[in-house]
């Protein structure tokens, strides 16, 4: 996979206007110029894109539109089987298209009817605090690219198959959108970057990788593993899966170039929102955030 410290593509903005995309060695992109091409073409939609005015759309291929329905057609029979009750909820109520990609201004626009939540275009990869504060607001910002078609089944970018598909669908359910808030909220009232390190970090095993159990069974609510193909298909046997606890999660380093090896599951839903609620309250009040689960 990629080596973390380029596994994100940085986005660049000359002086003189030009935008380009710098992709790793590794990245399937790497020596596909017309992809780099058109990947430096989206980027500049978002970066011209004025907040308060409509999402641009994007000129897909039909390469990209095809890989849209295959990957969408294999994560919608892996939802059914992996998936909690409110992530299935929100896959539902939001209806993507399966024959296209859609356009993210027409997924946002379906949000703010269902949640209020909104997408906004991002360039790249968004800064921590910016990113983080902006759930307050109810804007979740988003790429607009798709992942490179040589590599379907997993990607390490937040593309839109993970930003709308994996986030979008959570955002479309009353309860995660609240969460997502709620978020927001801390995120703004953090005091340190410490405290949202802390919150990044819990946010990554609780509502990317997060699961919950079922009836029984271990099932999926995080946006990343949701929009993962490869990962769903192996997370129950492969993966370390521990009980819930904020200290460890806050000292746990990630891996965002490959399947995660370890990840936290709570009893229930209610389980994971009262977990969360109490992290959160403890972000708020500035108090320590590393504080174990009891």
């Not at 930003?163 to 709620?182: M, P």
């Not at 079922?214 to 492969?238: M, P, T």
């Not at 746990?252 to 995660?260: A, F, I, K, P, S």
């Amino acid at each position: 996979m990629f080596k973390e410290a380029t596994l994100y593509s940085p986005v660049i903005r000359t002086e003189n206007g030009h935008v380009s995309v710098l992709f790793a060695e590794e990245h399937p992109g790497r020596h596909d110029e017309a992809y780099q091409r058109h990947r430096a073409r989206i980027a500049k939609l978002a970066l011209d894109h004025v907040p308060g005015q409509p999402v641009p759309d994007v000129r897909y291929t039909d390469e990209e539109h095809e890989l849209w329905r295959l990957v969408g057609a294999e994560l919608r029979e892996k939802h059914q089987r992996y998936a909690c009750r409110e992530f299935l909820d929100g896959v539902r109520r939001l209806d993507l298209p399966t024959d296209r990609l859609p356009q993210l201004g027409e997924a946002s626009a379906r949000l703010t009817e269902l949640t209020g939540f909104r997408f906004r275009p991002a360039a790249g990869i968004v800064e921590m605090r910016d990113f983080y504060g902006s759930l307050a607001d109810g804007l979740f910002q988003a790429t607009q690219y798709i992942r490179h078609c040589s590599m379907p089944r997993f990607s390490p970018e937040p593309d839109m198959i993970h930003e709308v598909v994996g986030h979008g669908s959570a955002l479309a359910n009353d309860r995660l959108a609240g969460i997502y808030l709620r978020v927001g909220e801390a995120a703004r009232r953090a005091e340190n970057r410490e405290s949202l390190a802390a919150l990044s970090r819990v946010f990554w095993f609780a509502l990317e990788y997060g699961l919950v159990r079922e009836d029984g069974e271990i099932r999926a609510c995080g946006a990343s593993l949701l929009s993962s193909v490869g990962e769903l298909e192996q997370f129950r046997e492969a993966a370390d899966i521990r009980p819930l606890d904020a200290a460890e999660m806050s000292a746990l380093t990630y891996r965002v170039e490959d399947y995660q090896p370890v990840l936290f599951c709570a009893d229930s839903f209610d389980d994971l929102e009262a977990f969360l609620d109490g992290f959160l309250d403890e972000v708020r009040c500035g108090a320590p955030t590393g504080a174990a689960r009891g």
